[in-house]
């Protein structure tokens, strides 16, 4: 789906905000006229949405009803307006994005320290897992053309969720929440490694990640935070034995797929409000992993991180946890997000490494 202008834009903040959206979007739908014939899921009403990842964030977190939504879906397209609106003239692709992008806060120097601090924190006993981020940042060229960022993320990354949203941009591996028709779906990633260099080193990586302790560890920690959240949500909630390996072009994940029915009315907004954060973009136990997180981390994540996606009239929607994504403020200047999980068992360069994998997509398509 693409959208083109604002009908309606609706913002929220502090530790309430996912809630706010969701009672707000309730009474959006309720006082709307809605003639869909088309009557799939994307069809008729729909907002799309990004929101900040920590309660105490200075960015604002917003739903946002465009003019126009054009959409494919199985082979049906259609064009969704709102009061009539009229599609406007298509702008000429503008100059592609070459930007250099360098050490924001924290450095890779930096980083590693602050793992190390991490390391500790977990062998003192304050967390069992917590998941540190670090940034780069750059200034826009006033020429470019944001729309070829985003087609290059979604062409490079074909199986991941790409989205530009308020200038959120980018490409998750990692699904938050989907529900469709009483039906609710989640994927949760955590532990990773690099690609090999052929198919005899690239099968050899994820056969050692597959294996790794440290990897099951961080992923059991991951998945078990989504089952106990969205439990009071859903029966018959079920998932594989063990963890699969996801392919993606720089990284092999271990994943599971998290399936089930729901059973309380929820909309998709109430379910990342019971979800947020996870484990695997905040750590275990979730508020001393949020302390630790702002403690080390010297900078707000913004909505890094956070819930990005779409929601429609009906509460059903999909929503990615916003990875792979780079902030683009209105004054051209551009922050990009990665991190990592940490455990008893991480080594602060290796931590390091695995953040300059993550960095990657975006690094790339800022730079075509």
Not at 274 to 279: D, G, I, K, V
Not at 338 to 353: F, I, M, Q, Y
Request: proline letters at 5%; one cysteine or more.
């Amino acid at each position: 789906m693409a959208g083109v202008g604002e009908a309606l834009r609706l913002e929220f903040s502090g530790p309430h905000r996912m809630t706010e959206a969701a009672d707000a979007w309730r009474a959006v739908a309720a006082a709307a006229t809605v003639h869909d014939e088309v009557g799939v899921p994307g069809t008729g009403l729909v907002a799309f949405g990004s929101f900040a990842f920590d309660d105490e964030s200075a960015e604002k977190s917003v739903l946002i009803v465009p003019s126009i939504v054009i959409g494919r879906r199985d082979g049906v397209a259609w064009i969704t307006r709102v009061d009539g609106a009229e599609l406007p003239p298509g702008k000429p692709v503008g100059a592609s994005v070459r930007l250099s992008l360098v050490d924001g806060a924290l450095g890779a120097d930096g980083y590693a320290q602050a793992v190390a601090r991490a390391v500790d924190a977990i062998g003192d006993g304050r967390v069992s897992k917590v998941v540190l981020a670090r940034d780069l940042v750059g200034t826009l060229p006033p020429e470019a053309d944001l729309r070829l960022v985003a087609a290059t993320l979604l062409t490079a990354y074909p199986d991941c969720y790409a989205f530009a949203v308020d200038g959120l941009i980018g490409a998750s591996p990692e699904t938050l929440v989907k529900s469709e028709r009483g039906e609710v779906s989640a994927r949760v990633l955590a532990g990773s490694a690099a690609r090999g260099v052929d198919s005899t080193t690239d099968e050899q990586a994820a056969l050692s990640l597959a294996t790794s302790p440290k990897d099951l560890d961080e992923h059991a920690f991951a998945l078990r935070s989504l089952l106990l959240s969205l439990g009071p949500h859903a029966r018959d909630v079920v998932t594989g034995e063990q963890p699969f390996t996801l392919r993606l072009p720089n990284l092999w994940h271990l994943a599971s797929d998290v399936r089930g029915r729901l059973t309380d009315g929820s909309s998709s907004l109430d379910l990342i409000a019971s979800l947020h954060p996870t484990a695997a973009v905040a750590g275990t136990p979730t508020q001393e992993a949020l302390a630790l997180i702002r403690e080390l981390e010297p900078f707000d994540r913004g909505r890094y991180a956070g819930p990005v996606g779409w929601v429609g009239a009906d509460g059903d929607g999909e929503w990615a946890i916003a990875l792979r994504c780079a902030q683009v403020d209105r004054d051209g200047s551009v922050r990009a997000f990665a991190g990592a999980g940490v455990v008893a068992e991480s080594v602060p360069e290796r931590e390091v490494a695995e953040t300059a994998m993550k960095f990657r997509p975006v690094v790339d398509a800022f730079s075509r």
